[in-house]
Each structure stands twice: as structure tokens, then as C-alpha cells.
């Protein structure tokens, strides 16, 4: 969780449906659905690599 928002790691190509929109999640770019913002692994290792980034664990 960052800031609130739940952080989901998925594969890149992973597509979510969004408002009747398919959105696909690669490795440059996220999608955000409500609270959850899916990205890669190696999205979310440079999100917790980042200085100014806590980590909540669950």
C-alpha cells in the first residue's frame, strides 16, 4: 500500500477492464482502477528502490 492506494504487481500484457475500456498494464506504463494502481514487478521494485518511498508492509 502506498499513500492509500493498493500497489498490484501483475505481468506485462496483463489487460483490466475499466469503465468498458481494456487498459494493458506494460512495462513503461500502470493502469489505475479505483484504489489499486496494477503495474510490473520491475515497476514496483523502482517504487520501493525510490528514497522518498515508505513501505507499509500487510
Do not use: N, W
Not at 500484457?13 to 481494456?22: L, Q, R, W, Y
Not at 494493458?24 to 503495474?39: L, S, W
Amino acid at each position: 500500500m502506498f499513500s492509500g492506494i493498493d500497489i498490484i504487481a501483475v505481468s506485462p500484457g496483463t489487460e483490466i477492464e475499466h469503465e468498458g475500456e481494456k487498459l494493458t498494464v506494460t512495462e513503461t506504463q500502470a493502469v489505475h482502477k479505483g484504489r489499486c494502481i496494477y503495474m510490473t514487478e520491475k515497476q514496483v521494485a523502482a517504487l520501493k528502490a525510490h528514497p522518498s518511498v515508505k513501505v507499509e508492509s500487510r
